[in-house]
């Protein structure tokens, strides 16, 4: 997580909470991050404004005047993508036209640079059917959203263990699995990882520079979706 989509939950998070205090302690721990890094962010949003108070105590902690603060409006690249994959499973109900007219709104109050960031990330996911409830650890999202390669411990579907550096590309999903689409320097070529099956990962500092192709999924065109942002 970004510094300011940080600032912005942290908002959120003691919006929530209010008029209760949240501790440096807690609030590092739930952002992973050290308590002084929490507390220069509380710094910041106090001189940007943002009615924050230290309460002192045992007990005591950060709180912010609820009455006197308001949510984001606009959304990040990840959470418009999410809203999209999510409105994939309203389809057939009738909610899908409330939902897309719903996403559309929110997308056009974004900064463009955002929206460019969220047809970028829409892109690189794709779907076969309605699309997987399975998770996908949050270390590869954000792999995928940042484009840094990946060290990852894979058990096949035999059981076998393996320890490989890939590239994330995107995502492939189908009824029951999410799967990353990697280039494997294992291998040499484009694999799919069953994300269920990732039993390790750590993002390296290099950089993806390698773009996915419509050639490279080898599935019938007519089967596989490229999600977009309606």
């Known amino acids: 997580m970004n510094r300011t989509d940080r600032l912005y939950a942290l908002v959120e998070e003691l919006r929530a909470v209010s008029p209760r205090p949240r501790s440096a302690r807690w609030l590092a721990a739930r952002f992973e991050v050290s308590s002084r890094t929490i507390e220069r962010d509380i710094g910041a949003l106090q001189q940007s404004g943002v009615p924050i108070w230290a309460e002192p105590g045992r007990t005591g902690g950060y709180a912010v005047d609820r009455a006197h603060t308001l949510p984001p409006v606009n959304l990040t690249a990840g959470e418009a993508v999410a809203m999209a994959v999510a409105l994939h499973r309203l389809a057939g109900t009738p909610f899908a036209g409330p939902g897309v007219s719903a996403l559309r709104k929110l997308v056009a109050v ?51 263990d393996s320890v490989r550096d890939v590239e994330p ?23 799919c990882f069953r994300t269920d099956r990732i039993r390790d990962v750590r993002a390296l500092p290099e950089l993806v520079a390698r773009e996915l192709r419509p050639e490279d999924l080898d599935i019938p065109h007519e089967r596989v979706r490229r999600l977009s942002l309606v």
């Open 169 to 191: 590309l995107g995502y492939l999903g189908n009824r029951r699995h999410w799967y990353l689409l990697a280039w494997c320097r294992l291998r040499g070529e484009m694999r």
């Open 110 to 160: 974004m900064p463009p640079a955002d929206v460019a960031e969220a047809h970028r990330l829409a892109g690189r996911v794709h779907l076969i059917g309605d699309g997987p409830s399975t998770p996908v650890p949050a270390i590869v999202a954000d792999a995928v959203s940042a484009r840094r390669v990946l060290r990852i411990g894979y058990a096949d579907r035999g059981g076998t």
